[in-house]
C-alpha cells in the first residue's frame, strides 16, 4: 500500500485516473485506459478479482486470470501504475464480518435480482479502491450498465470526490460485447453467443415501429429461446437511469442476460440509438 502511495504522491492535483479491473484484460478494459490516458497526466489500473461480488455458487474460483499477460498489457499501453493488491490489502477481515456499502433498491433488481448481493459487493471494492488511489476520475464500460449506474449513484449518494466516466461497450465483429467471460465458452457456445445482441437489435427495432416496452421484450425473449443451448435469463426494456418502467417513447436501455452453458453473459443497448462519440 506505502508504495502505492509512494508511486502516486507526486501527482499533482486532478491528475488521477482509475481504471478499475478484475483483470483478464481485454479490448473493452484497452479502451477504458486510452480514455483514461487522453485525460489523466496519471493513469492507475488495479486489478483484483473481487470475491465479494460473486454468491455462492459463482465462478469465482473460475474467473479468468492472467497476470503476466496483463502486466504486459499495462505495460504497452501506458498505464503509469498497476495497483494489484493482495486479498489482506483489501479485506483485513473475515468477510461475513465487516462494515460494506449496500446498493440499495437498484441493486436487487435486473442483475441484482439474480445475484443478490453482487451489487454491493461491487460498490465496496470500489469505494475501497477510491479511498485507496484517491483518484479524480475513475473510467467504467457502459456493458455493465447497471454497475455504472450504481457507481454513479454511489458517488453522489455517499459523496465521492471522483468523476465518473463511462466508455462505450467494444463488440466482436458478429455484436458479441467484449468481456472476460468470453474466454470461458467453448467455440461452439462462442458462436451463439451473439445471439444477445441480436435480441437487444430486435427489441430496439420493435421499439423504432412503436411497441411497448412489454412487447419489445417479449421479442428479445423470442430471439433468445430460437438459439440452442443459450438459456434466457432477462431481457427487458428499462429507464436508463431507474432501471424501473421507461416513459412511453422516452429514452431506454435494453438490458439482457444469458446463461451459456455455465457462463453467464450480459449486455444493453441504449435507445434510440446513439449517435457514434456518445455513450
Ligand atoms: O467491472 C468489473 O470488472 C468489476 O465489477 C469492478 C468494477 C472492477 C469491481 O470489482
Not at 443459450?230 to 439482457?256: I, S
Amino acid at each position: 500500500m506505502g508504495e502505492l502511495r509512494g508511486a502516486l504522491e507526486a501527482a499533482p492535483q486532478g491528475a488521477i485516473g482509475l481504471v478499475p479491473t478484475m483483470g483478464a484484460l481485454h479490448e473493452g478494459h484497452l479502451a477504458l485506459v486510452a480514455a483514461a490516458r487522453a485525460n489523466s497526466r496519471v493513469v492507475v489500473l488495479s486489478i483484483f478479482v473481487n470475491p465479494l461480488q460473486f454468491g455462492p455458487g459463482e465462478d469465482y474460483d473460475g474467473y479468468p486470470r492472467a497476470e503476466h499477460r496483463d502486466l504486459e498489457l499495462a505495460n504497452q499501453t501506458g498505464v503509469d501504475v498497476v495497483f494489484h493488491p493482495g486479498m489482506s490489502e483489501i479485506y483485513h477481515s473475515d468477510l461475513s464480518d465487516m462494515v460494506t456499502v449496500s446498493a440499495g433498491p437498484l441493486g436487487t433488481v435486473l442483475e441484482g435480482a439474480s445475484r443478490p448481493g453482487h451489487f454491493d459487493g461491487v460498490l465496496t471494492v470500489v469505494a475501497k479502491l477510491f479511498n485507496l488511489v484517491r483518484p479524480d476520475g475513475a473510467w467504467f464500460g457502459q456493458k455493465d450498465a447497471q454497475q455504472l449506474a450504481l457507481v454513479k449513484r454511489m458517488v453522489t449518494d455517499l459523496r465521492f470526490p471522483v468523476d465518473i466516466h463511462a466508455c462505450p461497450t467494444v463488440r466482436a465483429p458478429d455484436g458479441l460485447a467484449i468481456s472476460s467471460r468470453n474466454a470461458l465458452l467453448s467455440s461452439e457456445q462462442r458462436g451463439r453467443a451473439a445471439v444477445l445482441h441480436r435480441a437487444l437489435l430486435a427489441g430496439c427495432a420493435a421499439l423504432d415501429r412503436g411497441s411497448e416496452a412489454g412487447e419489445a421484450g417479449d421479442v428479445m425473449a423470442g430471439i433468445v429461446a430460437s438459439e440452442p443451448g443459450v438459456e434466457l435469463d432477462y431481457a427487458r426494456v428499462v429507464d436508463p437511469v431507474t432501471f424501473g418502467a421507461p416513459q412511453h417513447g422516452g429514452p431506454a436501455l435494453l438490458v439482457g442476460a444469458v446463461r451459456i452453458g455455465a457462463t453467464r453473459l450480459i449486455d444493453n443497448l441504449q435507445w434510440p440509438a446513439l449517435e457514434p462519440g456518445d455513450v
